[in-house]
DNA sequence: GTCTATATACGGATAGAC
DNA sequence: GTCTATCCGTATATAGAC
């Protein structure tokens, strides 16, 4: 395992080749990327992917790999904090993720699309398994919160609000976008405000009645 | 434009090849089937699908913008109607749109993902630009309330989250039901659950502070 | 390691028999 | 209208020169 600079002066061919494979196959896709897309995005020849990858599939499953590996990793310190309210916690979860979907606002549909088209493989890959999620310090909280006010709705329901409401929004950017007129800076701008409104709206979901 | 009985005992070798199309397409999305595999699923000939349809290309086409006008179409009635109030309108297009998408989930993630394949394309077919939807009954009504209870955050966020709650579920279906081990049958009863949830929400939503 | 040239496979489309 | 056989472009993958 070589040690890595924080910022990379001369990225190596391997990880240039690996981070235009990471733009275009993010923008459309296993299907439809070609690897002499790849190979153009890079600067090199369509040759040396196959030198480093083998194969466009063993290239793509490195690129998911990491994708999920983002969405996944970082969550885990988050949601088994004791230190932290359950409040605070839904607070850090969609500030830290609208901060990495505004800089990359295509992985979701991605990430999504290939899961559709192959469930098996990738939650395989994943493997977080091992962790019980009823132990999580965030699903001690979350019976504690829904006890004390009387909260009866499954509360898968309530994760996927959240999901949604942090998700969404970049999932149907090009419509959104097109219905409203907005420009990307605009629309950022939106992604900006909801860090501080989705908490609150999370909050008044769960007490209504 | 020929009648068609509700009921079809026998579709016309043309609709049988459209339908399979649109279930391949649905589930694979266009770069990723081929038309071996709808002409597999057609029961029929590979040869027949140019013989009817010219190109790959032209056959979906067709059946995305089927799917457009199944999203698009129904909604007009019921958000221009004069004669209901909001509440009453969100309602409507909560139930009809789980409704819809309980029948076809695929839809969501098929219609999003090619238009972001290519955004342009998709968005001149559809041509529903004529509507000014500042004039929109349901716009008027939405000012009115906003008005009266001194709600402040701009509207597209409330529109986002109503499309997210509803949306959503059935985009991340293979990873909720895989996270949660929920069966169909036990996700789609949470779906129906929703139909009544979500209006509640979306009021909590939109009075809190 | 990186390139050019090429083998091989696959997929969309068509010709032509029935 | 429907089929079988086939053409032809394109995409992945590899061989081999440098």
Redesign the pocket.
């Known amino acids: 395992m070589k040690k890595k600079p924080e910022i990379e002066i001369s990225a190596s ?1 391997e990880d240039k080749i690996k981070e235009a494979a990471r733009v275009v196959f993010t923008r459309k896709g296993y299907a439809a ?4 897309d790849i190979a153009e995005e890079s600067g ?5 992917i ?2 480093y990858f ?4 063993k290239l793509f499953d490195i690129i998911m790999l990491e994708h999920l590996q983002l969405f996944i990793h970082s969550i885990m310190g988050t949601v088994n904090d004791p230190g932290t309210s359950l409040q605070e916690k839904i607070e850090a979860l969609v500030s830290h993720y609208i901060d990495m979907l505004v800089k990359n606002p295509n992985i979701p549909l991605f990430v999504l699309n290939e899961i559709n088209a192959d469930p098996q493989k990738l939650i395989e890959k994943i493997g977080v398994q091992g962790v019980n999620r009823k132990e999580l310090v965030i699903a001690k909280q979350w019976r504690a919160f829904a006890a004390a006010n009387k909260i009866a709705v499954n509360p898968v329901h309530m994760l996927m609000n959240v999901v949604a409401l942090i998700i969404f929004p970049f999932v149907g950017s090009p419509v959104i976008r097109n219905r409203t007129g907005l420009s990307m800076e605009q629309f950022n701008a939106l992604m900006e405000e909801r860090k501080k409104l989705i908490p609150v709206w999370i909050n008044a979901m769960m007490l209504s009645k």
């Not at 090199?44 to 040396?48: M, V």
């Not at 083998?54 to 599939?57: A, L, P, Q, V």
């Open positions: 061919t990327t070609r690897t002499r090199f020849n369509l040759a040396l196959n030198y083998r194969s466009k599939e």
